[in-house]
């Protein structure tokens, strides 16, 4: 199972809105509700932002949102803010019943 | 609250094995799915295993397939990792996670993580 792929970077200023891309295949993204978002600070365990593509856990600020169409996902931070500089990775449930990761983002906010 | 401690981590020679461990608090454990995660150092997350509520059902990575057995114990709040076999690839902080049921295994909640070196 190949990873999903994600852009390494994604940069911002302050305020403004980021979308992150996640793109998989039929096998994963494509044929899955089960799209979820993570963040990661450095040093810290993963947290998770968004699941069922676009739900926001209790929690999350709604400066987080989701979207998927056909075989990319796509998470959006709007209103861009110091501390959302982190790592981003999302994730999909397979067809053969597995889990995979995309490659991951590091977001600066400039 | 929520909380997950992993232990068992440490150094193990090339064709060693290891066994991690990850107790769970603050949830009804035998109502989740339970997995683990791995970050080798400097890269990405990269999905291991996961088994069901029960115990009866776990799927596994490739990568791992053959090599690596999750196992829970209910009634002491436990979900194993046995490592068997490991090579310079596997070395990573494994984290283990809690997942609703039938929602995917969309891990809610992480542990801190356990490291685990494979060197000689």
């Known amino acids: 199972q190949s990873a999903l792929t994600q852009p390494a970077s994604v940069s911002g200023s302050p305020g403004q809105s980021i979308t992150i891309s996640c793109t998989g295949t039929s096998s994963d993204v494509g044929s899955s509700d089960f799209v979820c978002w993570f963040q990661q600070h450095p040093g810290k365990a993963p947290q998770l932002i968004i699941y069922?593509?676009?739900e926001r856990p209790s929690g999350v600020s709604n400066r987080f949102s989701g979207s998927k169409s056909g075989n990319t996902a796509s998470l959006t931070i709007s209103g861009l803010q110091a501390e959302d500089e982190a790592d981003y990775y999302c994730?999909?449930?397979?067809?053969?019943?597995?889990?995979?990761f995309g490659t991951g983002t590091e977001v600066t906010v400039l | 609250e929520v909380q997950l401690l992993e232990s068992g981590g440490g150094l193990v020679q090339p064709g060693g094995s290891l066994r991690l461990s990850c107790a769970g608090s603050g949830f009804p454990f035998d109502n989740y799915v339970m997995g683990w995660v791995r970050q080798a150092p400097g890269k990405g997350l990269e999905w291991v295993s996961v088994i069901s509520a029960s115990g009866v059902l776990s799927y596994s990575a490739d990568s791992v397939k053959g090599r690596f057995i999750i196992s829970r114990d209910n009634s002491k709040n436990t979900v194993y990792l046995q490592m068997n076999s490991l090579t310079a690839e596997d070395t990573a902080l494994y984290y283990c996670?809690?997942?609703?049921?039938?929602?995917?295994?969309?891990?809610?909640?992480w542990g801190q993580g356990s490291l685990v070196t494979v060197s000689s």
């Open positions: 996670a809690k997942a609703p049921q039938n929602r995917g295994w969309q891990f809610d909640y």
């Open positions: 069922d593509v676009s």
């Open positions: 994730s999909s449930y397979t067809t053969s019943n597995t889990r995979v």
